[in-house]
Structures are given as C-alpha cells and as structure tokens.
C-alpha cells in the first residue's frame, strides 16, 4: 500500500470531512427553511380559513417546500470557502488553527509540510462527530407546529361568519297597498278656496299626497316615507293659520279688535284672532240663534265692523270670510226664527213638552247649535205625530202669526218660512218635504271658511294617522292617565273636530273627560286628573302629548325675537323653523283663563 | 542537543523547543518561586528577539529573575541601576587613553565597554535616568549596535534587554514616552506573590543560599530557537484577527468599542501588530507547535499592547485601564467569522 504523502492525505481527509460537514450545513439551511415556509404557510391558512377559503388551504403547504428550497439556495450562495470550514474544524476540534493553517499554505516548504502532517493526522485521529453541526434546532419546532396548524385549519370547522350590519334606523323599505289618512289630505283638492293662491297651495298637497301613495305602493324607504309624511303635516297646518300669515295678520288682529268691541262678539273675537274659523263660525250660529234681536243686530252690525277693518288693512281674504259670514248670519237668522215660530205655533195650538220648552229657552238664550240640532229634531217628531184635525189647526195658527207679524214687519224670509210651513202640512207630500226642511235646519249651513278649515284638520289627522301605520313611535303614555282624552277646546261641528279633540282609547281606563266636542269622539270620561296649575306650565314642556297621536313637529333652538313679531303666529317670521302645532299644543291643553290671557297680553304686539 | 553536522529536522527542532522551554521554567522555578506566567513573557520576548519591559513594585524578584534567567542561558549578564546622575558613556562605554606600565600615555585609545555590550542587559528602574540616557539604551535595543566616538560597534546577538519599571515611586522619574515605550516587545507586570508563594519564598531566602540554576540553552541553542520562532507559520485568518485586534485599539477605527472610543487618545500602530505575532510566534514555539492559533494572540494581546496605547483624558479621568480597555477590545472582536463562530457555539 502506497503511502500518500502529507498534502494528498492531509486534502483526502479534508475533503471528507469538509463534504459531511457542508452537507449537514445545507440540511441545516433547508430545515430553516422550510420551517420559515410552514409558518408563512400557517400564516397564510389562517387568512385563508378566516375568508372562508378553506379549499385553498392545503395549498399552502407548498410553501414549506418553496422555503425548503429558498434555504437550500440561500445555504448554497453563502457557501463556506475551505478556509471557513477549516476555521469551524479548528474551533470544534480544537487544534489550535492547525486545519485553517495547512489549508492557508502558511510558511515555508519545510513548516507546511509539518502543519499538513500534522493537520492529517488529526483530520484522521479525530472521530468526526465531534465536528458535526447540529442540523436540528429548537428553531426548526416551528416547521411541525406550522404543518400541524395548517392541518387543524384543514379540518376545523369554518370560521363564524361576521354579523350583518346593521340597517340604518329607518332604512328598511315599506310597500303599503292602502295607506289610511292620505285620502284625506287628497281631498284638500276639491276644497272651496277663498283664493287662486290657496287653491294651487291645496291642489299640490293633494298631488303630494297621491304621489307618496303610489310610491309607498311601490315601495320606499321608511324614514323617507315618514319624512314625506311629516313635511305634509306641517303644509297642511301651515295651512290651517294662513289667517295668521304675513299678508293677513293685520286684517285679522283688526277684525278681531271690531268685534272685541261689543260684548255678545267677544268670544268670535278671540277664536277670530286664534286663527280658529271652526269656533269663529260657531259663535257667529251662536249669535245668530239668539232670539233677542238687538244682540242680533249688534253682532251683525260688529261683522260689518270687522270685514271693514279687514278691508282696511288688506286682508283680502279674511274680510271675504266676514262677508261670507255677514250673508250666512242672515240666513241662520232666518232659520232660527222659522224654528221659534214653530215652536209658537205648536205651543199655542197644546203646548209644548216641557223637554221642548226648555230647549227652547236654551235655544233663545244661548243658540247653540246643538241645542239647535235638538229642537229641531224634537220639533219635527211633534209635527210627524199630529192629526190631521192637529195639523189643520197648526196651518191655521201659522198662517194667523204669519198675519201677525205682517204688522210687526218680521223679516221677508221669516213670513215665507211661515207661510211654507203652512202650505206644507196641507199635503203629505208637503210633509215630506217639511221633514227635510226640518233636517236642514237641524244641520245649518257652515261656511267655507270653517269647512276648509275643518277639512285641513281631517287632513293632517289624516297623516297622522298615516305615520302611525308607518310605525312612527308614539309618545308614551302618562301612567295615570291611559287613554285619557283631551278635553276639546270647544264645541266641535259637524265632521270638524277640535284641534285637540277628545280621542279616547277605547279600552278605557282613568281618563280625563273629553270635552263637548261634537264632532270627534268623546272617549272615556271616568276618572280624574291631577289640576295643572298656571304656575307649574312651562310653555309646552308641560303639555300632555296627545294620545294616540305621534309628536308633533318640535322647536329646536331659540327663535331670534324681533320687534313687532308676535309668537302666537307659526310658520312664518321669526317663528318659521317651529313646528306648526306647536302654539296650538299650549293652546288646547288644560289652561287656566287667566294665564291664557296673561300671555296673550304679552305677546299682544 | 543534536550535532550541528545532522541538522535536526523542523519537526525535531519543535520538539525541542518545547523540551528546552520545560527545561527552562523548571531551571527558573528552582530559583524564582511563582510568577510562571512572569517567566513564560519573558521567554516569550527572548524567543521573539524582543525586548521586556518588566513593571513591578521593588522586591517582587525582577532582578533575580533577569539574573537566574542568564545563568540558564549561559549568556553574559550585565546590570545597570539606572540613577538620574547616569551618563549615556556609562551605558555604552567611552575610549580611554592605554597606559604602559609606566603610567606613561601609550598614544592608543582602547574602547573600555560599558554594560550595554552584555547579552542579557538588566536596566533597573529605567524610568530614573534622564531621557538622554534612556535614549543611549533606547538605540542600542533599535539598533543592536552602538556608536562610540564614531565607532559603529555592533553588539553580541542574542541582545536581549530587560528593563525594570517602579509604578509606586514617581518623584523624580522620567517617565518613558510612548515613542520608546514601543520599543519593548512585552510590557510584563510583575503581580505580588500569593501567600503560599510568599511562604514558599521566606524558606528559600531566608536560609542557606541556593544553589545557582543549571544550564539549559547554550548561547548557539538561543540563537537557533530564536530563528525557529521566525519560521512558525500564521495563517491568514490568524493575522487578520491580529490585525483586526490592533485596528481596534484606535478611537478613529469604526467598529472600535465604546471603551476604546471613550478612553483611548492613540491606539497601537504597526509595530504593535508585528510584535502581537511574533510574540504568538514564541507562544507556539514554546509549545511545540509549528502553527499560530488564535489563542496565542489572545494570550500576548495584554503584554504585547499594553503600553502601546495612550489613554485620554478621559480615560484617565475615569480611572480606565489599559489593560481594562484592551480586554474590551479583545470580547468585541471575534476570532471566527460570525457565522462559523455560531455554529461552533451552537455544537
């Protein structure tokens, strides 16, 4: 056997050793590697299980091999050089730089070949696990958890879907077939106007009304819906105090001073300046029922008053409403004397029951119409129940008074009452025709002013009533007073309710009594109410939220005050940004007279 | 030893070496008791053909260690005190006049030799002379020669000069500038004994006189080793470490640490990283070992550098040692490479 000599046995040996250590170094880099890979791809699994893409996870697994071999390649470019590993060999064998200086070539022939000898026979001598780098660290743990996490995203279940968001309030759509309450403020379109301009302003809330309808059965967003709603509640009572506005509020306030003046005008005064035409006209039939004929006149002749004053300051409209007035006075007037000459006339022919006799005392004191409306009913049943000898005798006394009052000079209409009445009992068909006649008068004739007024209330109960079946919130009800109605600020007529009408909850319960609202509903009148004072009312704050009704558009803020403005008007000046009903809220809650008139003083510009 | 007609092999030579450096710590360690690593520098130095600057307070057996050392070496010894009146013709020597026997001026000048032409030349307290003087010595160490009245005389080889340093008294010294102080291969710090060794020095001095040392090396055997050391061979990752070691001790250096930067003026030059591998040379000499590790310039780094660096002054403000400073120096560096240092570390 040949004996290499030192430098090819010294170069054998290294290249041995040099190969086993490279080899482990590279197992090392790609271990590193792939560990990197596992958690990147771990990573990535968990990204990939969070979107719900589960399918795509094992896929991720590739990245262990792509790191496998990035750290293989990585190992590979950072290659030790001979030198280096025989630096390593040195420091892990610890022969003192022997393996680094016999690669290097270091010194002369005679001490290198002694260093190669040497070297090789350590490179011989020495078991090469001693210089075995560790190709496994604590750091590799991370390419088995990495595998085993991606494994577990494989399997587990699927990761909780986020929670919808939310709709907005109010976002949700609404489809309605049939909305109740719109046709009402429809309606507004066939209304008598005292002008062009109100007819136009009416005509466009009905056509409001009808294209919120249609898009309400084709279906739109609720707060749109409800937004649509509420902005025609305010129109429709912006409406309602259009005596109030700029153009009329002069005329109004003088009107209201003319028939302040006389005594028996005082109230149609007060609901004249309140913008009420519903009560103004009422007080005007009230006067007319009067039986005595001075006071008659002397509300006659203080309408003449107003609807000049009105005249004077330009308040067209409002003095058209007088002199609609002063002509419908004369005809209630009428009406009621025809119902006091038959009550004469009965009562002379066998008297009267005791119930008529009283209605009829009331009728002439006090010209309610509802006492009015009885009379004339309770009269009419008399007429029906008489005999043909009784109804002879009744021609006979009528046409005597008729005779009568020729003398006296009654009023031209009066006498041809008379005499119809008479010829009407002769026949049945004239009987017939009395008994309507009885019925009308038992419904006298309102104005146009009044029955605008009523049907613009209709209207914007109407859409109140229409936000409710939107679901609009309600206002709560007051613990002691559930279904308690408001009691009407005065007596209602016909189909027009007072503003803050008696709406009782059905149910019952503690209520306040509902007031004489004739036309509304009455609600229930058991219970009591605790007395609200004046001195505890704090403007609206203190109002009791209508029943059943949504809240009404409310002041944000402080309205600048001005000079000359005053605050019982809405919609306009100063006041504009209130909500409509905001004045009338105080005015119909249960406010003592005095306070009433106490800030009306105040606010008297 | 080998007869110079058979010329012993490098390998044999190596062997030797290691035997003879054996031989001579035992022969020392007869006289001196402890400081082994005292004696280890100085041969260091011997072999590198340097010179040692021994630092140490008085007592501590610096002088009896040159002594002894001599009589192992079979060199010839010579001492010189070094007092602030000393003349530079006391080192060298001067010409004087021959005489016959007459007392009559034979017209000849004979150069009467001063201390300095001995091989192994202690300067006591080196640091009391003045600087002219210090100067004389200083030459001859550069030069191995001197010059006197315009005679080159070359001094006997091995020359191989110890000076000896008093930290403590330093009135009335001359304190030797760093120039000079780059001089010496070695600054050896001579520790306080330990008191087992202190004990062990009381037996030996206090009674009979000990007998001398025996000789190891012949004056041709020193002068051979000396030129064996030469021929160890360094490898280059070794001389970068060296390099990188010496390139560390300068504030100016970039990667130099924060020790170095703080407390260091001026760091050692080139003759540092010479003397820092031909002392690791002597390191591997002395072990037999025909290559120079590491840790053999880790081992000189402290002796080699100490005295070659020039503290600031907030160095010495702080009270920062050398020796403190170089140590920094020494864990800042590494030897490896990073990455093979962490694999050797990581097993």
């Not at chain 1, 090469?128 to 996490?149: D, T, Y």
């Not at chain 1, 699927?158 to 046709?183: C, I, M, N, S, Y």
């Amino acid at each position: 056997m040949t004996e290499l000599a030192p430098s090819s046995s010294f170069r054998e040996a290294f290249r041995r050793w040099a190969r086993r250590v490279r080899a482990r170094v590279l197992l090392r880099a790609a271990l590193g590697g792939a560990a990197a890979g596992a958690g990147v791809g771990a990573l990535a699994a968990g990204a990939l299980w969070w979107a719900h893409e589960q399918a795509l996870i094992p896929w991720t697994s590739l990245l262990t091999g792509v790191g496998a071999l990035g750290g293989l390649a990585w190992a590979q470019r950072r290659r030790w050089s001979d030198l280096d590993l025989a630096l390593y060999l040195d420091g892990r064998l610890e022969s003192r730089e022997l393996v680094a200086t016999a690669v290097a070539g270091a010194g002369e022939d005679e001490v290198r070949a002694v260093v190669l000898q040497r070297a090789a026979e350590l490179l011989h001598r020495e078991d090469p696990r001693r210089a075995r780098p560790r190709v496994v660290s604590r750091w590799h743990a991370a390419l088995w958890l990495g595998l085993a996490a991606s494994a577990g995203l494989v399997l587990a279940p699927p990761a909780p879907r986020p929670a919808a968001p939310e709709v907005a309030p109010g976002a949700e759509r609404v489809q309605l077939g049939q909305v109740e309450g719109l046709d009402r403020i429809e309606a507004l379109a066939r209304l008598p106007t005292s002008d062009r301009a109100q007819a136009k302003r009416l005509a466009e809330l009905a056509d409001r009304a009808q294209r919120l309808r249609e898009q309400l059965r084709q279906g739109m967003e609720k707060r749109e819906a409800l937004a649509q709603l509420a902005k025609l509640r305010d129109d429709v009572s912006a409406e309602q105090l259009a005596l109030g506005d700029r153009a009329n509020r002069a005329g109004t306030d003088a009107a209201a001073e003319a028939l302040s003046r006389h005594t028996g005008t005082q109230r149609a005064a007060k609901a004249l300046g309140d913008g009420d035409l519903i009560e103004f006209d009422r007080e005007m039939q009230r006067l007319a029922n009067q039986a005595e004929q001075s006071a008659r006149q002397a509300a006659k002749e203080a309408l003449e008053q107003a609807e000049r004053a009105a005249k004077a300051r330009g308040a067209e409209a409002l003095s058209q409403e007088l002199g609609e007035q002063r002509r419908l006075f004369a005809e209630r007037e009428q009406q009621a004397e025809a119902l006091r000459e038959l009550a004469e006339a009965l009562r002379s022919q066998g008297g009267l029951r005791p119930e008529q006799e009283e209605l009829l005392r009331e009728f002439g004191e006090q010209g309610s119409p509802e006492t009015q409306r009885q009379l004339t009913e309770s009269l009419g049943d008399a007429l029906l129940e008489l005999s043909e000898a009784e109804r002879r005798q009744l021609l006979e006394n009528l046409r005597r008074r008729a005779a009568q009052t020729e003398g006296n000079a009654p009023a031209p209409g009066t006498r041809r009452q008379l005499e119809d009445l008479a010829r009407q009992l002769a026949t049945e068909p004239g009987r017939e025709a009395l008994r309507e006649q009885l019925r009308q008068l038992a419904q006298p004739p309102a104005s146009e002013g009044a029955e605008r007024e009523g049907a613009l209330g209709e209207a914007e109960r109407g859409g109140a009533e229409a936000q409710r079946q939107l679901g609009m919130p309600l206002p709560s009800e007051g613990p002691s007073t559930p279904g308690a109605g408001q009691p009407g600020a005065s007596p209602g007529k016909g189909g027009a309710a007072p503003k803050a009408g008696a709406q009782g909850d059905p149910n019952g319960g503690k209520g306040q009594p509902g007031g004489p609202g004739g036309g509304g509903e009455h609600g229930a009148h058991e219970g009591t109410t605790e007395r609200v004072t004046g001195e505890e009312l704090r403007a609206k704050a203190s109002a009791r939220p209508l029943p059943g009704l949504p809240f009404q558009g409310a002041g944000v803020g402080r309205a600048p005050a001005r000079p000359g403005e005053t605050a019982n008007q809405v919609g306009v000046e100063a006041l504009g940004s209130l909500g409509a009903a905001e004045l009338g809220g105080v005015e119909g809650s249960e406010l003592p007279q005095e306070y009433r008139e106490q800030v009306g003083r105040y606010f008297q510009p | 030893m080998t007869p110079p007609d058979d010329p012993p092999s490098f390998e044999r030579q190596l062997e030797l070496a290691a035997h003879a450096a054996h031989a001579l710590r035992q022969a020392v360690g007869e006289v001196i008791v402890g400081q082994a690593e005292v004696v280890d520098q100085v041969l260091w130095g011997l072999m590198a053909g340097g010179h040692v600057l021994l630092e140490g307070a008085p007592g501590l057996g610096k002088t009896l260690l040159v002594r002894t050392l001599a009589e192992c070496l079979e060199l010839r010894f010579s001492r010189i005190q070094f007092t602030p009146d000393l003349m530079p013709s006391d080192i060298t020597g001067t010409n004087v006049l021959v005489m016959d026997a007459t007392g009559r001026s034979t017209g000849h000048f004979e150069l009467h030799r001063g201390p300095i032409f001995g091989q192994i030349v202690l300067a006591d307290e080196i640091n009391r002379a003045t600087p002219k003087t210090q100067s004389a010595l200083l030459e001859a160490m550069a030069e191995h020669a001197v010059t006197i009245a315009g005679t080159r005389n070359v001094l006997e080889e091995p020359f191989f000069v110890l000076a000896t340093e008093n930290p403590i008294e330093m009135e009335g010294t001359y304190p030797l500038p760093e120039a000079q102080l780059d001089r010496f291969l070695l600054k050896v710090v001579v520790p306080s004994p330990s008191e087992a060794e202190l004990t062990q020095i009381l037996a030996r001095t206090t009674g009979r006189p000990v007998a001398a040392p025996p000789r190891v090396l012949s004056h041709a055997q020193v002068l051979a080793l000396r030129a064996l050391c030469r021929d160890i061979a360094v490898a280059e990752p070794v001389l970068a470490y060296a390099a990188r070691l010496v390139g560390n001790t300068s504030p100016e250096h970039p990667g130099a640490p924060e020790l170095v930067r703080r407390g260091l003026r001026f760091g050692a030059g080139v003759r540092g990283a010479q003397s820092l591998v031909l002392a690791a040379k002597a390191v591997a000499l002395l072990e037999g070992r025909a290559q120079v590790a590491f840790s053999d310039v880790q081992r000189v780094s402290l002796p080699v550098l100490r005295h070659r660096l020039q503290r600031s002054f907030e160095g010495e403000a702080e009270g920062l040692g050398t020796d403190q400073i170089l140590s920094a120096v020494l864990e800042h560096v590494p030897a490896r490479p990073e990455a093979i240092l962490r694999t050797v570390q990581s097993g």
